[in-house]
Nanobody, 118 residues
Framework: VQLVESGGGLVQAGGSLRLSCAAS????????MGWYRQAPGQERELVAT???????YYADSVKGRFTISRDNAKMPLYLQMNSLKPDDTAMYYC?????????????WGQGTQVTVSS
């Protein structure tokens, strides 16, 4: 499975962005999908996930502001980000796994940069 993100960019605080993740390959084997982010000098953070049944998870830091979604064929995957803050600045990675609760995601995209200015 190959994952390619798009939609990142520079936005002012309070603004919105929508990230997209397109996949190719054996996408029908995918169970859990999500988004990670990593800022320079900081640990990687799992932002949101969505499973094959549509159940979602959000990190406390983004609850109420971010929404993860996908179409019926599991792809593309989206991350709608509203009320963005400078702390949301990071590289955002699309991830996927054939497992329901993986220890590590099997597939990663190359990342898309999100920069929020104050």
């Amino acid at each position: 499975v190959q994952l390619v993100e798009s939609g990142g960019g520079l936005v002012q605080a309070g603004g919105s962005l929508r990230l997209s993740c397109a996949a190719s390959g054996s996408v029908f084997d995918i169970n859990l999908m999500g988004w990670y982010r990593q800022a320079p000098g900081q640990e990687r953070e799992l932002v949101a996930t969505i499973n094959s049944g549509g159940r979602t998870y959000y990190a406390d830091s983004v609850k109420g502001r971010f929404t993860i979604s996908r179409d019926n064929a599991k792809m593309p995957l989206y991350l709608q980000m509203n009320s963005l803050k400078p702390d949301d600045t990071a590289m955002y990675y699309c991830v996927a796994s054939p497992q329901a609760l993986p220890d590590e995601f099997d597939y990663w995209g190359q990342g898309t940069q999100v920069t929020v200015s104050s």
